[in-house]
Structure formats: C-alpha cells, structure tokens
C-alpha cells in the first residue's frame, strides 16, 4: 500500500503542476501600481488602493471599476475617461482631479474632498456625494440624475448645462419638484 499512496501523490502533485502553469484566458488586474505616476489606461478594476497617495497619477481611461480607494488621495489626478461605476471613494481626495467624461455610476463619494474637482461630462448617476465638498468643482453637463448631493457644499459650482432627473439636492430638496433642476437649492 506504501507505493500506491506513492503513486497517488505523484498524480495529484503533477496534476498541480500543470494547473499553475495554466494561463486563463481572461487574467485577473493587476492591482500594483508601481509603475505610479504612469498608469494611463491601466486595469485596476476591483482593486483595493484604499489609502494610497496616487496624487498627480495619470489614471485617463483607467478601469477601476469595482475598485475600493477609501481615504485615498489622487488631489490632481488625471482620470478624464476613466471607468470608476460601482467604486468606493469614501473620503477620496480628489481635489483639483480631472474627471473630464468619466463613468461614475453607482459611486460612493461619501464625505470627499472634490474640490475644484472637473466633472465636465461624467456620467455620476446614482451617486452618493452626500457631506462631500464640491466647491468650486465643474460639474458642466454632467449627468446627476437620481444622485444624491444631500448636505453637500456646492459653493461657486459651475453647473451649466446639468443634467438633473430625481436628485436629492444639498437643501434636502429633489430636483423633479424644484423644477427639474438643483438651482436655487445649492448651498
């Protein structure tokens, strides 16, 4: 029985082998950003970057996706075209960050510094920005529908051409009863 149990383990140890040598046809992100400030059109989808200084990066058309970058700061980051739909950015700080035609969708911005921050054609529907600091930010043709800006400091705004469908406005207002737009309710 000795050289059958012998037997047995070199199977099951060449049966590993090859498994680990097998690349899958769709490889998981690599989330190293050690190639940083560089990380222009990088997948990072998924990826916990919670608490990094990344600032200044150059994120522009990035996937992160699905990513985590909680109390992480990317103040002057370049992220136009990136994709961040469904991304945690809880206390980001992304304070004069350009965000030029951005995905945003379904974004968590709770209590962010987005100060001067360019927003100029993202697509931030169904967001939470609420207790977050927009001011100064562009937010020019934007779409804000059914996002949320509750309690949100949006001081010199640059708002025009704002898509506003279902959003919860900073005086606690919604923009479909406010006449189809946050105006007048920014605080």
């Not at 200084?53 to 990136?82: E, F, I, K, M, P």
């Not at 100029?120 to 920005?129: C, E």
């Amino acid at each position: 029985m000795g050289s059958m149990h012998r037997s047995a383990a070199v199977v099951v140890l060449v049966v590993l082998a090859v498994c680990a040598t097998v690349t899958p046809s769709h490889a998981a992100p690599s989330c190293d950003v050690s190639s940083y400030p560089s990380l222009q059109g990088r997948d990072l989808s998924g990826c916990d970057l919670s608490g990094l200084d990344l600032h200044g990066a150059n994120l522009r058309g990035a996937n992160l996706s699905g990513a985590t970058l909680v109390q992480t700061l990317l103040y002057g980051a370049n992220l136009n075209g990136a994709n961040l739909n469904g991304a945690m950015l809880g206390g980001v700080d992304l304070i004069g960050a350009r965000l030029r035609r951005a995905t945003l969708i379904g974004v968590d911005m709770t209590a962010a510094e987005l100060r001067r921050a360019d927003f100029t054609g993202a697509d931030l529907s169904s967001s939470d920005l609420h207790d977050s600091n927009l001011y100064g930010a562009i937010l020019s043709q934007a779409n804000l529908s059914h996002t949320s800006l509750d309690y949100t400091l949006t001081t010199k705004v640059r708002i025009a051409g704002t898509l506003w469908n279902d959003t919860t406005c900073p005086d606690h207002t919604n923009s479909d009863q406010d006449g189809g737009t946050c105006v007048g309710h920014l605080t």
